[in-house]
């Protein structure tokens, strides 16, 4: 067997056009154009890449979107007081904080303070409280794309064991959270692994669906996938100035039933869902 290529890039290419049109009516109906306000403190190689293809992402759904790159020395403080002022401009729909932050900048205490309204990467424990009772307000985005990919490449996800390796708020936890619920591509039977795992292997190799958010270059490696499992690599690592996903493609690719690739897989998905979230934080800010 060798796998169905997901391809990300065509679907989230497709979700941003069916955005764009509802972008389109909104303005009509309220005057509105959305406002996604991102923050860059410091370098970051993911980070730049995301911002890149934020932008560029943003401009063609009809969106606006500005960046905020801050040096890399910046204080708590300063960042605290910038989150503020977009907090009560309600020009700015959207507010994104780029992770990681610089090591002398307590990331909780700068997420809690973006406004749960405009909160579209959805970290605020208002929000993730939403989500994990199931009634969310927004989507936590690479989460998200995993799933729409899931949908769109026609993968059922019900009664399916599903294996998500990593733990991050960003991507582990929400990703089980969101695969576990009931409704559609979902109603799985969810094991979080992580790198303390004991035998590791043996539980991936459980998988159905294996989702691989662990940050580690070409980590999961085809011992450690059932041959036909679904493959979902959300790894966005940087070697040698090339992109490369946490599972070693090309030894997955011949077992699996179906793989992402990276680049062109869950990363384009993940920007096609920030838009989709940007648009829900200026609806609710045109219903006051
Ligand atoms: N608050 C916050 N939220 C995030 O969601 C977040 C973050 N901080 N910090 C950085 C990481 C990384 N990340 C990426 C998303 C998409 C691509 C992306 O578009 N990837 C393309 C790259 C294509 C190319 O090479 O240009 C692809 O995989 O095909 C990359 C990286 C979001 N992150």
Excluded: W
């Amino acid at each position: 067997m060798t796998a169905q290529i997901i391809d990300g890039k065509k679907i989230a290419a497709e979700t941003r056009e069916l955005l764009a049109k509802e972008v389109a009516l909104f303005h009509n109906e309220t005057g509105i154009t959305p406002h996604l306000a991102a923050i860059l403190v410091g370098e970051d190689p993911a980070s730049a890449v995301y911002v890149r293809n934020k932008e560029r992402a943003c401009a063609k759904a009809g969106m606006k979107s500005t960046l905020h790159k801050l040096p890399s020395e910046t204080t708590e403080a300063e960042l605290l007081e910038m989150i503020e002022q977009f907090n009560d401009d309600s020009s700015v729909h959207g507010i994104l904080v780029q992770l990681p932050l610089p090591g002398h900048i307590e990331e909780q205490r700068v997420l809690d303070a973006v406004t749960p309204l405009k909160d579209v990467d959805c970290f605020h424990p208002e929000n993730v409280g939403l989500l994990a009772q199931g009634r969310p307000r927004f989507q936590p985005c690479t989460p998200r794309g995993v799933q729409v990919l899931l949908e769109k490449s026609g993968i059922d996800v019900s009664g399916k064991h599903a294996v998500v390796l990593g733990r991050s708020e960003i991507v582990g936890k929400p990703m089980a959270m969101l695969l576990v619920q009931k409704g559609p591509v979902a109603n799985a039977t969810v094991t979080i692994c992580h790198s303390r795992t004991a035998n590791l292997k043996e539980v991936t190799r459980q998988a159905d669906i294996l989702v691989a958010a662990i940050g580690k270059p070409n980590f999961v490696t085809a011992e450690m996938v059932k041959p036909g499992a679904v493959v979902m690599d959300v790894g966005i690592n940087s070697v040698d100035g090339k992109l490369v996903g946490d599972v070693d493609f090309d030894q997955v690719a011949p077992i699996a039933s179906s793989i992402t690739p990276v680049p062109g897989g869950v990363g384009p998905m993940t920007i096609a869902m920030l838009l989709d979230n940007t648009l829900t934080a200026a609806r609710i800010a045109a219903k006051g």
